[in-house]
């Protein structure tokens, strides 16, 4: 079946460290990949859709200069978190929708932990 | 904003016994899916509904569909205690999927 990967599953650094989390599809072509943020207990909140070989759509509230996307090929997909503060830990998840097929379930990576210090 | 609420929030039951979960949404839908999430780990899609359709069936899952209410369940049948985790319903906006607040479902030996 379609696989994600996304790497690293987790992460702990110092305040004012940025971060960047990559987000691979391993069998297929992702023209969209989706980012969201997930606080423990709580259901997923989107931040921002990735499109490739053009800027990402982001979610109302969501600082595109603090999370910055970046979709350079149709299996990579990376979100940097810049200047990462104590507010900014969360587990974050991404997903990829198989080019093509917008209808079809999207497949999702397992995750990156970030734990700001 | 959060398009579904589902409830309960939280579900405790023994191995064996048959579990629901409900979900239900605010706008027009073409289909509606359920996810499931381990405990610190990514999503896995289970089942999708159509608007067309009332039921769908995949394995011990059952999933059915009130266009008319804007609900949907989710019923596993003989669970077991590796179906222990967080179950979201999901609805698709403008090539979005909305998750719906959660389940977290716990099924003991």
Redesign the interface.
């Known amino acids: 079946g379609a696989v994600?990967s996304?790497h690293p599953s987790r992460v702990i650094c110092k305040s004012g460290t940025s971060v960047k989390i990559e987000c691979r599809s391993l069998d297929f072509q992702a023209t969209?990949m989706?980012w969201y943020r997930q606080f423990p207990?709580?259901?997923?909140?989107?931040m921002a859709?990735s499109n490739e070989g053009s800027k990402a759509t982001y979610e109302q509230g969501v600082e595109k200069d603090k999370f910055l996307i970046n979709h350079a090929s149709l299996t990579l997909s990376t979100l940097t978190v810049t200047s990462a503060h104590p507010e900014d830990s969360s587990?974050y998840?991404c997903?990829a929708l198989p080019r093509g097929l917008?209808?079809q379930?999207?497949?999702?990576?397992?995750?990156t932990?970030l734990s700001i210090l | 904003s959060q398009q579904g609420e589902e409830d309960p929030q939280a579900l405790s039951i023994q191995e064996g016994e048959n579990a629901t979960m409900n979900c239900s949404y605010k706008t027009s839908i073409n289909n509606l899916q359920w996810y499931r999430q381990n405990s610190g780990r990514g999503l896995v899609h289970l089942i999708l509904i159509r608007s067309n359709e009332r039921e769908k069936h995949s394995g011990r899952l059952r999933v059915t569909l009130d266009t008319s209410k804007k609900s949907s369940s989710l019923l596993i049948t003989a669970s077991r205690a590796a179906d222990t985790a967080s179950y979201f319903c999901a609805t698709t906006q403008g090539g979005k999927l909305i998750f719906g607040q959660g389940t977290e479902l716990s099924v003991k030996p």
């Not at chain 1, 207990?41 to 989107?46: F, G, I, P, Q, R």
């Not at chain 1, 999207?106 to 995750?111: A, E, L, P, S």
């Open positions: 994600v996304q969209t989706f207990k709580k259901s997923l909140m989107l859709t587990f998840i997903s917008s209808n379930p999207q497949h999702f990576g397992d995750g932990r």
